[in-house]
């Protein structure tokens, strides 16, 4: 499927672009040379009319966006955070692709709900309403259980979504192979490892009952979570394409206007939702992978209420000691530890000079270590990054595309909620909590017990084992050959002493 036909959706990929207007503000967004702006236009004006024409009520780059498919929605939602990178204008007219896009008829939602779950819709909810909101894979209704009258939302899929990101993800493919073998210099970013694990991202969104098992876990992580809370999953009204949640009533938390008018405090809401991302991701090591405004909203006494759990990352305890490090570093301006980090992990290639990659760091945090969001330019902060990764060889970690992806995201939410917000000291109190609980002699005390724990589970099984490897190696060693069975022996003692000192291990961290 990824052959040279994608050259044709690619194309028409410009073509929608230059047709809608939206090249144009993307350019505008970047502040684009001159020279970038012609060779735009000399390509772009003779093929437009092969782009589609989308709908003409909307703004050009979400016309443009909607048009192009789910998978293109999904990287406008993404921008409309970051209104430092795209501008206020750009960030506000993509933000109607979080859940205000065109909904699907309501008689194919109430279709798809009977044909999920096997009963009349009568039978399972007393009542259901128009679309609520229509986002990119689903829409949501606001509904009534018939047997129990509780309020719900029930979440359902677009009809023939699937096939529409199979055809979005192929052409990426075909970008990513293509760009690869142009530019080898750019392997070293991974195209198309990222565009697989986006694939994989969207295969989970693509099954609400996975999104349901998320939340279910989620909600179990964080219910101890202050100015937190999570709806609770209908098991019995949800299936593949269908999932029923509590509703959540609150104000939209990406509507400045109705969250001052409620009386709620944007600052520490700010504040919140950044610190609450790092605690789950640290603490936990799952958190919520799509937490733009869309996602959120703040009920009348001022919690946070996230749901759409298609989208969760999970991060391993090594790498979670890794990230907090550098977090860390940063946070105290160590410069050369965030550096040593890199390398221990294997993030940049050891033969590059650990003193010279500090100094590249230093370069990249002093400017903007103690400035507020208003003064701070992201834009410019990533393209030297980009250079920094560059100049050392450091590849593309798939495993932490969807953490940093995130953290782009929450912090774009926290600066739409407040500009001055100071990411740094919003971060501090968390990453110092996780630093005090996972990296001293607490940390290692706990690593001992787990690791005397997987020891202790083979225990029992080690005299059969030392049994059977001795029988085994006695019947094939012949004279005069050495006797290989005297080694196996001491091993297998060795082992078994092992494991009853990791079982005495368990009980004394126990005690």
């Not at 998320?214 to 101890?224: D, I, L, R």
């Amino acid at each position: 499927m990824r052959g040279p036909h994608n050259i044709w959706r690619l194309a028409r990929t410009g073509a929608t672009l230059e047709r809608t207007g939206a090249m144009k503000i993307i350019l505008d967004a970047y502040e684009a040379p001159p020279l970038l702006r012609f060779a735009a236009r000399i390509i772009g004006w003779p093929i437009q009319w092969l782009g589609m024409r989308g709908d003409p009520a909307m703004p050009p780059a979400t016309r443009a966006l909607t048009a192009l498919g789910p998978a293109y929605i999904k990287f406008g939602q993404i921008l409309s955070t970051r209104p430092d990178l795209v501008g206020d204008d750009l960030a506000l007219q993509l933000r109607i692709l979080q859940d205000k896009l065109p909904p699907f008829p309501n008689a194919a939602a109430r279709s798809a709900v009977e044909a999920e779950l096997g009963h009349p819709l009568a039978e399972v909810f007393s009542e259901f309403s128009e679309p609520v909101a229509a986002a990119s894979i689903a829409q949501v209704h606001r509904a009534r259980l018939a047997e129990t009258g509780e309020e719900v939302a029930v979440k359902v899929l677009r009809p023939g979504i699937e096939r529409a990101f199979r055809k979005d993800i192929d052409a990426f493919y075909f970008a990513a192979g293509f760009i690869e073998m142009l530019s080898p210099a750019s392997r070293r970013l991974r195209p198309t490892e990222v565009i697989a694990h986006f694939e994989g991202v969207v295969k989970g969104e693509l099954d609400l009952r996975l999104e349901a098992a998320s939340a279910s876990e989620f909600a179990a992580n964080t219910k101890g979570d202050a100015g937190f809370c999570l709806p609770e999953v209908k098991w019995l009204a949800s299936g593949r394409r269908v999932m029923t949640l509590g509703w959540a009533e609150g104000a939209p938390l990406g509507d400045n206007a109705v969250l001052d008018g409620a009386g709620h405090d944007r600052v520490a809401l700010a504040r919140r939702v950044l610190q609450l991302f790092l605690n789950h991701a640290l603490r936990d090591g799952y958190f919520h992978a799509d937490m733009h405004q869309g996602n959120l909203k703040v009920a009348a006494n001022g919690d946070i209420i996230a749901y759409d759990f298609g989208i969760m990352g999970h991060i391993d305890d090594y790498t979670r000691r890794v990230y907090a490090e550098i977090l860390y570093g940063f946070i105290s301006r160590d410069y050369r530890r965030i550096a040593e980090v890199h390398f221990e992990a294997g993030y940049v290639p050891a033969d590059r000079d650990v003193d010279e990659f500090a100094r590249a760091l230093r370069a990249v945090g002093e400017p903007i270590f103690g400035m507020d969001a208003t003064r701070m330019s992201m834009g410019r902060l990533l393209s030297y990054l980009f250079e920094v990764t560059e100049r050392f060889g450091m590849e593309t970690r798939t495993e932490l595309i969807l953490l940093q992806r995130t953290m782009v995201v929450v912090e774009g939410v926290a600066r739409s909620l407040d500009p001055q917000i100071n990411i740094w000291e919003a971060a501090k109190p968390v990453v110092e909590d996780y630093i005090r609980s996972n990296l001293g002699p607490r940390a290692l005390t706990r690593d001992l017990r787990k690791t005397a724990l997987v020891l202790a589970r083979f225990g029992p099984r080690l005299p059969g084992l030392v049994e059977r490897a001795l029988v085994h190696q006695m019947a094939d060693d012949t004279p005069p050959e050495p006797p290989r069975w005297k080694g196996r022996i001491v091993w297998g003692l060795l082992g078994l002493a092992l494991g009853l000192a990791a079982e005495t291990l368990i009980v004394w961290l126990a005690g």
